[in-house]
Nanobody
Framework: QVQLVESGGGLVQAGGSLRLSCAASERTFRGATMGWFRQAPGKERDYVASISWDDGRTRYADSVKGRFTISRDSAENTVYLQMNSLKPDDTAVYYC??????????????????WGQGTQVTVSS
């Protein structure tokens, strides 16, 4: 049963851009907030950004502020992560997830109910 599907990962040179997409197969699975997390080899899964479906409020990790932009298309149940000025440290598997929560708690992975399968982003130096 497919619930959240990411796409758009790939290999890019430092300074380049990528756009990730995450589509919820049904409105049921999109929750109140959609978030992006990333996990590099040997490291914990880290919060990247999130957006509220209701009011579009966005939140970002300090490490990506000013470089990444999260947006949503409510009609398509899809969220996007535009990543600019990419750095080698951005290399990771990127996951989208949906949460029934809003507010600061959405920076925590355990606030999320559904997860996508992940998409690899590799930034070469």
């Amino acid at each position: 049963q497919v619930q959240l599907v990411e796409s758009g990962g790939g290999l890019v040179q430092a300074g380049g851009s990528l756009r990730l997409s995450c589509a919820a197969s049904e409105r049921t699975f999109r929750g109140a907030t959609m978030g992006w997390f990333r996990q590099a080899p040997g490291k914990e899964r880290d919060y990247v950004a999130s957006i509220s479906w209701d009011d579009g409020r966005t939140r970002y990790a300090d490490s990506v502020k000013g470089r990444f932009t999260i947006s949503r298309d409510s009609a398509e149940n899809t969220v996007y992560l535009q990543m600019n000025s990419l750095k080698p440290d951005d290399t990771a598997v990127y996951y989208c997830a949906s949460s029934s929560w809003t507010g600061p708690v959405v920076a925590r992975a355990n606030a999320y109910d559904y997860w996508g399968q992940g998409t690899q982003v590799t930034v070469s130096s």
